[in-house]
Nanobody, 124 residues
Framework: VQLVESGGGLVQPGGSLRLSCAAS????????MTWVRQAPGKGLEWVSS????????YYSASVKGRFTIAKDTAKNILYLQMNSLKPEDTADYYC??????????????????WGQGTRVTVSS
C-alpha cells in the first residue's frame, strides 16, 4: 500500500495550490480518506475528510470555505484544493486512509496508512 502526496510548494498569501495523493494497491473509492497537516514545531492537525461515497465531506474550522477535498476514483487520486492561502497554512500535508468502520463523522480511531507528505509554504 502506498500513498504519495504531491503539489506542495511556495505560494504567496491569497494564492492557491492543489495537492494530490496518489494511491496504489487499494481503491480509494472503498475507503475513508483524510488530509492532515503538521506545521513547523507543532503537532498533527486534522484538515479534511471524505467518506468513500464522496457525498460526505468534513473540514476543520480553520480551512472551511477555503479548502475543498475531492477524489477521482478512476485515477485513484485524492485531492485538496486550497484557495485563499494564509501564512498559517504553512505545513507538511499528509493523506491517510482507513475503513469507515473506524470513523464517526470527522473522527477516526485509527488509520491504516499515511503518505510521506508534501510541504506547503505560504509566504510573501
Amino acid at each position: 500500500v502506498q500513498l504519495v502526496e504531491s503539489g506542495g510548494g511556495l505560494v504567496q498569501p491569497g494564492g492557491s495550490l492543489r495537492l494530490s495523493c496518489a494511491a496504489s494497491e487499494f481503491p480509494i473509492r472503498a475507503y475513508y480518506m483524510t488530509w492532515v497537516r503538521q506545521a513547523p514545531g507543532k503537532g498533527l492537525e486534522w484538515v479534511s475528510s471524505i467518506y468513500r461515497g464522496g457525498s460526505s465531506t468534513y473540514y476543520s474550522a480553520s480551512v472551511k470555505g477555503r479548502f475543498t477535498i475531492a477524489k477521482d476514483t478512476a485515477k485513484n487520486i485524492l485531492y485538496l484544493q486550497m484557495n485563499s492561502l494564509k501564512p498559517e497554512d504553512t505545513a507538511d500535508y499528509y493523506c491517510a486512509y482507513t475503513g469507515e468502520e473506524y470513523c464517526t463523522g470527522p473522527y477516526c480511531s485509527e488509520y491504516s496508512s499515511w503518505g510521506q507528505g508534501t510541504r506547503v509554504t505560504v509566504s510573501s
